[in-house]
């Protein structure tokens, strides 16, 4: 059993910069994968971006690709997504989520994974 907590949502105007947390409650996280979603107001959740369990390999939504990074410290048990030049487009509730995995493939269908954080909210004023 995982547990994960995001951290770090808030207000911020365009075309600034958040940080967010995603934190997992046990050891051995270094054996799983980790994905960002997100679901904007009246939309769909979509995949933002997704952490091998080395941190070795990356991949992003093409909305994202270039303004947003994706790392972890497996030491601290923690993933990471540095969000720059925000644009309101970038308003909604941001979730992280883990797989157990130690393939180099990265899923970004959100069945894929089985375990689920309770969310940060992102606001990005105009």
């Known amino acids: 059993q995982v547990q994960l907590v995001e951290s770090g949502g808030e207000l911020v105007q365009a075309g600034g910069s958040l940080r967010l947390s995603c934190a997992a409650s046990?050891?051995?996280?270094?054996?799983?994968?980790v994905g960002w979603f997100r679901r904007a107001p009246g939309k769909e959740r979509e995949f933002v971006a997704a952490?091998?369990?080395?941190?070795?390999?990356?991949n992003y939504a093409e909305s994202v690709k270039s303004r947003f990074t994706i790392s972890r410290d497996n030491a601290a048990n923690t993933v990471y997504l540095q969000m720059n030049s925000l644009t309101p487009e970038d308003t909604a509730v941001y979730y992280c989520?883990?797989?157990?995995?130690?393939?180099?493939?990265?899923?970004?269908?959100?069945?894929?994974?089985?375990?689920w954080g309770q969310g940060t909210r992102v606001t990005v004023s105009s």
């Open positions: 952490i091998t369990w080395s941190g070795a390999y990356q």
């Open positions: 046990r050891d051995y996280f270094a054996n799983y994968a």
């Open positions: 989520a883990a797989v157990r995995s130690l393939a180099r493939s990265l899923p970004r269908g959100p069945r894929e994974y089985g375990y």
